[in-house]
């Protein structure tokens, strides 16, 4: 297990073959898409190959022995820290304290045990790092899902495995009225399911726009072979981001 | 002007007259929609009057005559102080430290004066509150555009002036192959034209999902009225969130 200080490094990782699989977070629940990520995933060729779903859980947690009396600072990503702060509230003792990442602030507190000091983490960051938790699910929101790609360096066709398939691809249509709607019906007439759809506005050219797609069905089977060719007919972009199982 | 602590608050201040309106953060171009605000927007009515897009720039804001080497700390909204990551690979004798709102940031060094600490905020913020700009632009990203709303407690019918309009609407639809398609039918027959359209997955009930659309045209106007009949006849849901002057 490599953590990466930046969604950047990952795909750099990843891409060099550093690393032969990588997982970044695509959206929240309560935050949206992580659209750096969607840019990175249209700059390089490295497949989604799956997807999982995850509850935001956070704890507190800190060095053995160390009392909830006693801690000053809490460590963590900023998003975790904004996602706890009714506990920051009730707690005015404790001030927020930025790190680069969750866990990492875990291995951080393990490694330089500084005094007076939490990190705020996942369980299973504290197991990993054999730290305590002090309190558990402090985050503000119960309804804090975080969606995951897992994504290859392999390119090789997927097996034409039966079953549940999901297929995530982004475009750009002409700036031209019922653009979209053209677009919608390359699969709706080909009775593929949308499970998600997202403009995003690019600002370096008003007026046009980058859409997020997520479609039923596997980019090598023929209906989906269709309607993306149907597709690359009307729009000005196309690239298809991978096909996968769908979480359970 | 009245700075709150989260944005329930300040919907709350604009539903019981304690503000007569209210600007709110509602997507960004690095990090999405900010689907906490389309949620307060679903629950109150308050509608949507205007919009606006700002670029977003960061500054390092310090008491007048503290120098770059003397700053250990600087507070911010967490959100702002991921934006600056590369700002602290590059100072890292100074500490991010998260705080509830970047003005509001500026306005505690002021008030509290606390020892080698900077804030990081807008320049307009600096100036508001007489502080010191020590650096400016150091976000990482300047394609980092934020879109506000601005809402009233005002539900008066819109005075139906000429010019171009843009009505914001949120409903979820049936689950049905094609039900998005269909929904789509209703502007795309009319010549309305989409300008932001996102699917958001209800995690209390599988399969279903609530969209968010912005369309052209003004909700008062014949062909906007139209649609909006139509997809109330195939929607499951259906609230318009307001009309109002697309921003230049």
């Known amino acids: 297990m490599a953590p990466c200080a930046s969604f950047q490094k990952v795909f750099q990782a990843l891409h060099s073959g550093e690393v032969t699989h990588a997982v970044i977070p695509i959206e929240n629940t309560l935050h949206g898409s992580v659209h750096e ?37 809490a460590f963590s990503h900023p998003v975790a820290l904004n996602q706890c702060r009714k506990f920051f509230e009730r707690h005015k003792n404790i001030q927020p304290v930025s790190h680069y990442d969750t866990a990492g602030s875990v291995k951080m507190l393990v490694e330089q045990k500084p005094a007076d000091s939490a990190a705020i983490a996942s369980e299973n960051a504290a197991k990993i790092y054999g730290a305590a938790i002090l309190k558990r ?30 297929t995530s691809i982004a475009f750009s249509t002409p700036n031209r009225p019922g653009a979209l709607f053209r677009t919608m019906a390359c699969f709706a007439l080909r009775d593929l399911n949308l499970t998600k759809i997202e403009s995003r506005p690019l600002h370096a050219r008003p007026w046009e726009y980058l859409f997020y797609v997520d479609i039923t069905g596997c980019a090598e089977d023929q209906p989906v072979q ?22 359970p």
Chains 1, 2 share one sequence.
């Open 37 to 73: 990520n969607y840019d990175h995933l249209i700059e390089y060729d490295l497949p989604i190959r799956g997807e999982t779903s995850l509850r935001i859980s956070h704890s507190l947690i800190v060095l053995p022995g160390t009392r909830l009396k006693d801690v000053r600072q």
């Open 137 to 166: 699910n402090i985050e503000d929101d119960r309804r804090n899902f975080t969606r995951f790609f897992l994504l290859t360096k392999q390119t090789a066709p997927l097996k034409n495995a039966t079953g549940e398939w999901k």
């Open 226 to 247: 269709r309607a993306l060719a149907h597709l690359a007919e009307i729009t000005t972009f196309l690239k298809v981001l991978g096909s996968y199982r769908p979480s």
